[in-house]
């Protein structure tokens, strides 16, 4: 089967704020796994469901796996929310949903979550340096924020200029293709 097709800025999609999950179905630990498949392929160290169009509170991560052989071991995490958030980080990051940009952002250093697994238990993750920047990417991604939101304004917009130009010029050589199988 294909994998899920990841949302990319300016999709819209992005921008909404997704609903809290009230029963573990299923259906959820099938997108949960497709989550993972689509993180892996591209690769990525997390992943939150709305990127894949679906605007639930879930987000999956692995911040250990690197693809020269490590192992993975996903952490999967339902409804997560902040209970503390402590100290403050730049990283520099970069987004599946962000196609060719990355910038440093201030975030929170050690952070503990909360929320279930996918068998409804009740989990606590705590984390600090990448996977503490990780989780809050990810949850930020659960409220329709992406990374280019948290840094300067004048950078944001150099990168949504150069976004479009990229766009426009992604959509005139579709033309140019259509042209080109005309019969
Ligand atoms: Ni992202």
């Known amino acids: 089967m294909a994998l899920r097709e990841v949302l990319q800025f300016p999709d819209p999609r992005?921008?909404?704020?997704?609903?809290?999950?009230?029963?573990?179905?299923?259906?959820?630990?099938?997108?949960?796994g497709d989550m993972c498949e689509v993180m892996y392929?591209?690769?990525?160290?997390?992943?939150?469901a709305p990127q894949v169009g679906e605007?639930?509170?879930?987000i999956v991560i692995d911040t250990d796996w690197s693809d020269e052989g490590n192992e993975k071991s996903p952490t999967v995490i339902v409804n997560p929310e902040f209970v503390e958030i402590e100290g403050k980080i730049v990283w520099?990051?970069?987004?599946?949903?962000?196609?060719?940009?990355?910038a440093e952002v201030t975030r929170s250093e050690r952070v503990r979550v909360r929320g279930l697994d996918l068998d409804g238990n009740e989990?606590?993750?705590?984390a600090e340096g990448l996977r503490a920047v990780c989780l809050q990417h990810e949850i930020d991604h659960l409220n329709g924020v992406l990374f280019i939101d948290r840094i300067s304004r004048l950078k944001?917009?150099?990168?949504?200029?150069?976004?479009?130009?990229?766009?426009?010029?992604?959509?005139?050589?579709d033309e140019v293709d259509i042209s080109g199988s005309r019969f």
């Open 14 to 32: 992005l921008k909404q704020v997704s609903e809290p999950i009230k029963e573990i179905t299923d259906e959820l630990r099938e997108l949960a």
């Open 41 to 48: 392929d591209e690769p990525g160290i997390g992943l939150a």
């Open 55 to 58: 605007g639930v509170r879930l």
């Open 92 to 102: 520099e990051e970069g987004c599946l949903s962000v196609p060719d940009f990355n």
């Open 123 to 126: 989990i606590i993750e705590e």
């Open 156 to 173: 944001r917009s150099m990168y949504v200029k150069r976004r479009k130009k990229q766009l426009a010029a992604e959509q005139s050589d």
